[in-house]
Structures are given as C-alpha cells and as structure tokens.
C-alpha cells in the first residue's frame, strides 16, 4: 500500500522559532510537494521538488524554504514562524511520466503559531 | 490558469446516485481533469480524471460534455463514507501542478 508519512500531525511552536516539517513517501516518486490548507481558500501550493536538490516555487514560497536531500524525502522549513503560518500543511507525492501525475498525500499537520 | 467553479455544498441520500457538477469554460484543449476527494481529517485522495472521453473506475464515473466546458462526477451508489469535499480540478499537459479551488462538500443522509 503506498504511503506518504508526515512527522507529526500535532504542532504548537512560538513566533520567532525556526520549524521543520518532515515528509517520507515510499513509492520512489519523483515528484514531491508542500501545501498549505486554510479554510475558504482550499489547497496552496508552497513549493515542489521534481528531482533530489531540486526545487521549484509554487504560489506562496515566501516565509517558507525546502530541502530534499534524498528521493524520500522532502522538509519544509518555516525559518521564522509567524501567527499567520498557523495553518494545515499537506505533502503529497506522484511519479514521473504518464499522466494522469496522481498525487498522494500525507495526513497533514496541524501547526499552531502562537 | 484555467478555473473551475463548483458548488458550496450539496446534500444527497445513502444509496442514491449523486451528481455533483463542474464548470469551467476557460479550460484548454490540453487540460486534463482531475477530481480528488477529502475526507475529514486526512489528505485529498485521488478519484478519477479525464481528458474528452467519460471514465469509469472502481470509485466513481467521469462525464466530460462535448465542449469540455463542465463535467460531472457521478457516485452510483453513496455510502456514508463518501461524504467529503469533492474538488474538481484542471491540470495542464505539462505541467505536474494542480490548481485547487474550494471544493463541493458532499453531505450523505442516511
């Protein structure tokens, strides 16, 4: 069964600090992505990485940066949270190639900025 | 970036076919489309998509219209798990982006 894992669903963190969303997929995708989900405003995308070091903006990068280090993985970094980055944050993967680029996503997390 | 506009909500009996109505007259002729579901507390996942023809699959059946302007995702048969927000969403050719706008939330009566 194909999996994407994020790190935690829970997070509570104070403005100013530095914070790292971690997300695994299993299924060797090429492609990974980082949303950002607020009510009345449906899915935002962050950034999305289509090769390991690899990284590309969506629509709201900013206040946001990203890492992939290994094809597994892909870190979202808030280097400074802020109150208005409380929000739930979605990774999801997809393959390379054919269409139709089906996305898999994690649960989420749940970050509270306070 | 084409835009797709769906319904707030709708509401619909266990049992019974649901419809539930896409529009988006801008669309391109390379736009494919895309319908993802959410259920509560969990990512999207992914129903069915589409580019001319209609489609079926195990989970749900895709009507594109001629002029590829609307489509409809029809459930044959709802359960009370199939309440969710429904997103119908257009995807270019080449590009691995999806534009998501605010979805139809499903509401199943039992």
């Known amino acids: 069964d194909v999996k994407v894992t994020q790190s935690s669903r829970y997070l509570v963190k104070r403005t100013g600090e530095k914070v790292f969303l971690e997300c695994v997929q299993d299924?060797?995708?090429?492609?990974m992505f980082w949303y950002r989900q607020d009510p009345g405003l449906g899915l935002r995308l962050i950034y999305f990485?289509?090769?390991?070091?690899?990284?590309e903006k969506g629509d709201i990068p900013e206040g946001y940066s990203v890492s992939r280090e290994k094809k597994e993985r892909f870190s979202l970094i808030l280097e400074s949270a802020s109150t208005n980055q409380t929000s739930m944050y979605l990774c999801?993967?997809?393959?390379?190639?054919?269409?139709?680029?089906?996305?898999?996503f994690g649960p989420g997390t749940r970050l509270t900025v306070t | 970036d084409a835009k797709t506009t769906q319904p707030n909500s709708m509401e619909s009996n266990e049992e019974e076919p649901v419809h539930l109505p896409c529009n988006h007259s801008t669309i391109s002729g390379t736009d494919y489309i895309h319908w993802y579901r959410q259920l509560p507390s969990q990512g999207p996942e992914y129903v069915i998509h589409g580019l001319t023809s209609n489609v079926n699959n195990r989970m749900a059946s895709l009507a594109i219209a001629e002029d590829r302007k609307s489509s409809t995702l029809i459930l044959h048969r709802a359960t009370l798990r199939d309440a969710a927000v429904y997103y119908c969403?257009?995807?270019?050719?080449?590009?691995?982006?999806?534009?998501w706008g605010a979805g139809t939330k499903l509401i199943i009566k039992p």
């Open positions: 299924m060797d995708h090429e492609n």
């Open positions: 999801a993967s997809s393959p390379r190639g054919e269409p139709p680029y089906e996305q898999y």
């Open positions: 990485s289509y090769d390991v070091k690899m990284k």
């Open positions: 969403i257009l995807r270019a050719d080449s590009n691995y982006q999806l534009i």
